[in-house]
Nanobody, 126 residues
Framework: EVQLVESGGGLVQAGGSLRLSCTASGLTFDDYAIGWFRQAPGKEREGVSFIDSSDGTTHYVDPVKGRFTISSDKAKNTVYLQMNALKPEDTAVYYC???????????????????WGQGTQVTVSS
């Protein structure tokens, strides 16, 4: 059984930092890429970042480039999302998700992912 468990969310002031973790069980990063999505109230779910640990590919959505960094630790089967210089517009529930490394849809396509975590709330106050 595949499980993705997010942690690290919380309340932070604008300009602050948080590090989200996604610990996976039942799959390996050689076979599955990991994406981070977020959903704010009243908005659609959007892709934030992506990592394919089999070849080192990473992607970021434009609003977070230069502020967020995605990384993986294969030994711990954990992907991290380091979020710096947080803004109130980063407030959302953040979800970890996994898809095959052979998936051919855009990484921002939420329908291309097979497994989802339960989400972790990130709130950035102004």
């Amino acid at each position: 059984e595949v499980q993705l468990v997010e942690s690290g969310g919380g309340l932070v002031q604008a300009g602050g930092s948080l590090r989200l973790s996604c610990t996976a069980s039942g799959l390996t990063f050689d076979d599955y890429a990991i994406g981070w999505f977020r959903q704010a109230p009243g908005k659609e779910r959007e892709g934030v970042s992506f990592i394919d640990s089999s070849d080192g590919t990473t992607h970021y959505v434009d609003p977070v480039k230069g502020r967020f960094t995605i990384s993986s630790d294969k030994a711990k089967n954990t992907v991290y999302l380091q979020m710096n210089a947080l803004k109130p517009e980063d407030t959302a529930v953040y979800y970890c998700t996994a898809r095959s490394v052979y998936a051919d849809k855009a990484w921002t396509n939420a329908w291309s992912y097979d497994y989802w975590g339960q989400g972790t709330q990130v709130t950035v106050s102004s």
